[in-house]
């Protein structure tokens, strides 16, 4: 059965910093290119972060120098360190496994990020 469970999410300052964290079960994760997206109230769900299986990563202009996305293979988890958050980073982070070619996806069901004061 193929899991994708998020944690790490919560409340925090602005300034402030998280670390989530998406644990993978059920499918081979190195084989797979992994992601996190967020969707805001009101809005789209947008990438954020992508890292792929060689750890190549890429960012949305948004959260270049502030967020990092790292992969731990031998742990089935993928991650996403959050630093100088903004009030703009408030959504409910999902994370996505991909699979090119044939083409599979997964995703989790999201952890609430929220920045206020």
């Known amino acids: 059965q193929v899991q994708l469970v998020e944690s790490g999410g919560g409340l925090v300052q602005p300034g402030g910093s998280l670390r989530l964290s998406c644990a993978a079960s059920?499918?081979?994760?190195?084989?797979?290119?992994m992601s996190w997206y967020r969707q805001a109230p009101g809005k789209e769900r947008e990438l954020v972060a992508t890292?792929?299986?060689?750890?190549?990563?890429n960012y949305a202009d948004s959260v270049k120098g502030r967020f990092t996305i790292s992969r731990d293979n031998a742990k089935n988890t993928l991650y996403l360190q959050m630093n100088s958050l903004k009030p703009e980073d408030t959504a409910v982070y999902s994370c996505k496994a991909e699979h090119p070619f044939p083409y599979r996806d997964y995703w989790g069901r999201g952890t609430q990020v929220t920045v206020s004061s």
């Open positions: 890292v792929t299986t060689a750890s190549s990563t």
């Open positions: 059920g499918f081979a994760f190195g084989a797979y290119i």
